[in-house]
């Protein structure tokens, strides 16, 4: 059973920086790509930013040039560094995994950015 285990959200200001964490385990099988969701209140979940097993990196327009992404292959386990950060970042923000053929999404972590 894949489960993964999400940390690092909370409150912040504007303008400061946060670094998410999501760490997968019980797979037998290699990770494809993984990623970064996110639901602001009262709004549908959205694409923030994913990463593939090779390396190359993709961002919603929101984020980009503020988020960047990473992962530790060794460790299962991939980063999201938060720089910048507006209000309108404020959501629940989720972990998702490929391993091929099925999706995994983690069990959300809130980040909050005040004005």
């Known amino acids: 059973q894949v489960q993964l285990v999400e940390s690092g959200g909370g409150l912040v200001q504007a303008g400061g920086s946060l670094r998410l964490s999501c760490a997968a385990s019980g797979s037998r099988f290699s990770i494809n790509a993984m990623g970064w969701y996110r639901q602001p209140p009262g709004k549908q979940r959205e694409f923030v930013a994913r990463?593939?097993?090779?390396?190359?990196?993709y961002y919603s327009d929101s984020v980009k040039g503020r988020f960047t992404i990473s992962r530790d292959n060794a460790k299962n386990t991939v980063y999201l560094q938060m720089n910048s950060l507006k209000p309108e970042d404020t959501a629940v923000y989720y972990c998702?995994?490929?391993?091929?053929?099925?999706?995994?999404w983690g069990q959300g972590t809130q980040v909050t950015v005040s004005s």
């Open positions: 990463i593939d097993s090779g390396g190359d990196s």
């Open positions: 998702n995994v490929q391993i091929i053929p099925q999706n995994y």
